[in-house]
């Protein structure tokens, strides 16, 4: 898709793929909340996030979870393209929290995908299954609780 000769440097390139990667992802929140009442969308993406078949799908996963370290350590328009989707993902998840009429939603919002973030980085490192996919009901049934969303 991309050819090194169409960008600058290869920081260029990798920014540029960044921004791909957090495209389509926020494509897949906007179709899952597509024609669905908010609370059934944010509940579907929560349960979604946060299932052990994500957990296991690294590929095709999160990328604020697959790259957050390694951005660190990256040149500043790498962590500028990175920081501008994280903000587009938290603004997505803002807006159906305000439709949801949440009291500070981009606040919320913040605190929601940081908690799903961690929660994903832990299950994805510890070896016991078991704990892995306890790490992610805890915090998918605490975030749900918090949003209101439990039924």
Do not use: W
């Amino acid at each position: 898709v991309y050819k090194r000769q169409h960008f600058k440097s290869k920081d260029m390139l990798i920014a540029e793929v960044v921004t791909h990667i957090f495209d389509e992802r926020k494509k897949a929140f906007v179709k899952l909340m597509k024609d669905v009442e908010p609370v059934k969308g944010l509940t579907s993406f929560i349960d979604f996030y946060l299932s052990v078949e994500h957990c296991n799908n690294r590929e095709k996963g999160c990328p604020v979870v697959a790259l957050n370290s390694d951005v660190a350590r990256m040149p500043a328009v790498v962590k500028k393209h990175f920081e501008a989707g994280m903000q587009g993902l938290t603004k997505s998840l803002a807006d159906v929290l305000e439709q949801l009429n949440h009291p500070q939603p981009m606040a919320l919002a913040t605190s929601a995908l940081s908690e799903m973030v961690g929660a994903m980085s832990v299950a994805r490192t510890v070896t016991n299954a078991e704990l892995s996919a306890q790490v992610l009901e805890i915090s998918r049934e605490s975030i749900k609780k918090r949003l209101g969303l439990q039924t």
